[in-house]
């Protein structure tokens, strides 16, 4: 069973960096698409970035393109995301995500099997 645990959350302020981990475990790392997700108090859940399993592709929410890394180790079975000249509008939960397979990068949360329990990200003005 796939096992995600997110950390590096916390509370910062605009203009700053985070850089959020994601710790895999009980599979095989590379056999997973991976994904980053975020809810903001009273909002949905959604999309942030997606990166395939050999890291040779990512894909990002418009909202963060440019601003946002996502990244794999997985020597080290972690998933990052670098999170730089963050906003007020970036406040949320944040949620890694893993799909088993190949296939293209998925920004549908309904696509994704495993979930993580979630760091809270919050960034003042």
């Known amino acids: 069973q796939v096992q995600l645990v997110e950390s590096g959350g916390g509370m910062v302020q605009a203009r700053d960096s985070l850089r959020l981990s994601c710790v895999f475990s009980?599979?095989?790392?590379?056999?997973?698409?991976m994904g980053w997700f975020r809810q903001a108090p009273g909002k949905e859940r959604e999309f942030v970035a997606a990166i395939t399993g050999t890291g040779g592709s990512t894909l990002y929410a418009d909202s963060v393109e440019g601003r946002f890394t996502i990244s794999r180790d997985n020597m080290n079975n972690t998933l990052y995301l670098q999170m730089n000249s963050l906003k007020p509008d970036d406040t949320a939960v944040y949620y890694c995500a893993a799909v088993r397979g190949w296939g293209p990068l998925l920004k549908r949360q309904s696509a994704y099997s495993y979930w993580g329990q979630g760091t809270q990200v919050t960034v003042s003005s």
């Open positions: 009980g599979r095989t790392i590379n056999d997973y698409r």
